[in-house]
């Protein structure tokens, strides 16, 4: 049978009366910036399909009347866009991606980690109590704002704490664009006080160490128990890895919520957009350094250390900066280090190849 898309292309003729839209692609998160990379005989000839889960054996894919699982690839994750080539499933098309959530790769290894693509909002979530880690929430922050991610943070287990109000306070003061938000994720607060990100075709995404309430508040706002859960550990407030997998789940009014496992090392790379975002004040007095490679440490003309005498920013925050600027900027580095000797050798098997074939 053959489908009718064109409901899901961009218009190209003023006056045209819109087709019905096919629901499970919007559903699914499918929007016009999609859309407007393929044309009406690839959308036919290989349907869109969105990574839902990723297993180390393969990648499940959902679609129109689709439900299968697809060869792994190392340049694809949660939440990407493919265009499904049945007979050939490792040659299906990867579409551009709205946005691209990412980390260096746990160990020695310098490499990427993809964590999720095509994110619209990601809630960075911890609990009022010894998990919270202003340092962690930087991270995350800067991770979100590197990716063009809206980024809002949320403090559970606040029902559980006395006062909430020092992590609320510590949280908003990490940047003036995020929003913090306390709610009780075993209650019907998430429906409420997240309905305004939850909208049908939109992807959020809940992302945390484990033990937070990712699981549960992705269960609350599907209505049913659709991942799993476990208690902390009441002697250090440490969770226990529940979710074992990356795993896009869709809400019955059309919203994707990605649940994700807990991350236990949040190594930045190639973020140094994100960290100049989430430390704009002191981005902005670096400039005014009489160096240009100032390290902010005891050079003269320094106007970050000038404003630390003042009293005009904290020396923690400042030190949490310095870490993650030199975090990033040795990362990226290696990074770019080991996609040299890769291309270097690529070309070294070319040659042999080309040698041998002679």
Request: proline content about 5%; aromatic content about 4%; charged content about 25%.
């Amino acid at each position: 049978m053959t489908r009718d898309y064109s409901a899901f292309l961009p218009s190209t003729a003023k006056g045209e009366i819109p087709k019905p839209p096919v629901p499970v692609l919007q559903n699914l998160g499918w929007q016009n910036f999609f859309a407007q990379q393929i044309s009406i005989d690839e959308m036919t000839g290989t349907p869109p399909v969105r990574i839902t889960e990723v297993h180390r054996s393969g990648l499940r894919v959902l679609g129109d009347d689709i439900d299968t699982m697809v060869p792994p690839r190392a340049d694809a994750t949660v939440g990407d866009w493919l265009l499904l080539n049945h007979e050939l499933p490792s040659s299906s098309r990867l579409l551009e991606r709205k946005s691209l959530i990412k980390r260096r790769a746990a160990g020695h290894d310098r490499s990427i980690q993809l964590i999720a693509a095509n994110i619209d909002t990601a809630f960075i979530v911890t609990s009022c109590n010894l998990d919270f880690n202003v340092a962690r929430l930087e991270r995350y922050v800067a991770l979100a704002f590197d990716a063009g991610v809206t980024p809002v943070i949320l403090l559970t287990k606040a029902d559980l704490c006395e006062d909430p109000s020092t992590y609320v306070t510590d949280a908003e003061a990490i940047s003036d664009d995020v929003a913090v938000l306390t709610l009780n994720a075993k209650s019907d607060e998430p429906k409420t006080k997240l309905a305004s990100w939850c909208k049908p075709g939109q992807t959020i995404a809940f992302l945390g160490s484990s033990g937070v309430g990712k699981s549960t508040l992705t269960n609350a706002l599907s209505v049913s128990e659709v991942a799993a859960t476990q208690s902390i550990r009441e002697d250090d407030a440490k969770g226990r890895h529940t979710t074992s997998h990356r795993q896009l789940h869709i809400l019955p009014n059309g919203c994707a919520v990605l649940d994700t496992p807990g991350v236990r090392e949040l190594q930045l790379t190639e973020a140094e957009a994100g960290v100049a975002e989430v430390f704009s004040d002191l981005d902005a007095l670096s400039l005014e350094c009489r160096f240009n490679n100032c390290t902010h440490v005891s050079e003269p003309g320094c106007a970050v250390q000038a404003a630390l005498k003042s009293g005009a920013i904290d020396e923690a925050r400042l030190t949490r900066w310095r870490k993650l600027v030199a975090e990033d900027q040795h990362n990226t580095a290696s990074l770019a280090q080991r996609r040299s000797k890769d291309k270097a050798f690529g070309k070294l098997i070319k040659q042999a190849k080309k040698h041998k074939a002679r």
